[in-house]
Structure formats: C-alpha cells, structure tokens
C-alpha cells in the first residue's frame, strides 16, 4: 500500500504533499523533512529505492522510499513491503507523463499554480494507497471531461464566449 506521495523541490520546498495514513501535523513535517534529506544527498547514480529497516523513528520497519528526480523536483512514494519498487518507479512515470500531457510540459510553477488539477490527476491514479489507473491516455482523457464539466459549470471559466451566451442565450 502507498503511505503517501510529496513532490519536493530541489530547495526543500513540498509542493504536493499526499499521506494516505493518518500523521499529525508536526510529523507529517518531520516525515517531510526527513524524507528531503534522504533523497537530496544521493547522488544520480544512487539506486532510486531506499529501505528504511530500523534506521528511522518515524517510519515503520517495512518502509520502502522511491523516488525520481526529475529537473527541480523529486517525486517521492513512500510504500509499505507489499509494493514492486519496479512498479512504483513505473507508477512516478505515468504520474508525470500525465501531468505532461495535462500542462503540456509540466514545470514547477504548474503544481504551485495548479494545484487542485495536480491533485485531481493523482487521485486518478491513486485512491486510499491503491493504484487504480496506469494508463496516461485514460487519465488524461478524465481530466479533459473534468475540465469540460468545470467550465460548463462556470461560464467565465470558458472566457467570453461563455459570458456572452449568458447574456443572450440562443433561440
């Protein structure tokens, strides 16, 4: 099962952060920070999944890290011994090819900017810890309805042809 999902940038900063286990606030900080510190230090060739065992105070014993560094971000999946590190590491991919797709060439300012259309593609993917969705195409094809109920929903979301139809509705 996936405990939780943060993409950190390369200052520290956590622009998406997802705990799919209940942590109070300061350890969901801790948990931050700890986890910064462990990827930021590798280097590039390093292995992208790290075992915690009994090295940490705050995560279980069957924790597993994984991660990809991608330009100023780190995308980081914190999972339980019964996830495929492969799998994860397939699963980072798909998450951001997705949001490629969704903010055509994703950059960091995207998820600062756009945060609840980030969101909304990771819970696309991942409900509860669980994956549910690994197929770019799928994902990107919800997001794309979502965005069109949004703007049906909200007409100055769709710009002036919007606004002008509900001024003078066709006959």
Do not use: W
């Not at 999944?49 to 014993?61: Q, R, T, V, Y």
């Not at 999972?79 to 951001?96: A, G, M, Y």
């Not at 090819?97 to 900017?113: G, H, M, T, W, Y």
């Amino acid at each position: 099962m996936i405990k939780s999902i943060l993409i950190i940038n390369n200052h520290g900063k956590p622009r998406l952060i997802k705990f799919y286990e209940h942590y109070s606030e300061e350890k969901q900080q801790q948990v931050i920070r700890e986890l910064f510190l462990l990827v930021s230090k590798r280097t590039e060739r390093s292995c992208n999944f790290l075992e915690i065992g009994n090295n940490s105070n705050i995560f279980d014993k069957d924790t597993k890290i994984i991660y990809r560094h991608y330009a100023t971000l780190f995308f980081i999946f914190c999972v339980d011994s019964s996830e495929s590190e492969l799998s994860i590491i397939d699963l980072i991919q798909t998450f951001v090819e997705s949001l490629d797709k969704c903010f055509e060439n994703v950059c960091e300012l995207d998820l600062i900017f756009h945060i609840d259309k980030v969101h909304y593609i990771l819970d696309e993917m991942v409900m509860g810890g669980l994956v549910l969705e690994t197929n770019p195409t799928i994902i990107y094809s919800n997001y794309e309805i979502q965005n069109k109920l949004e703007k049906a929903e909200n007409p100055l979301l769709s710009g002036l042809a919007g606004v002008m139809q509900t001024i003078k509705p066709n006959k």
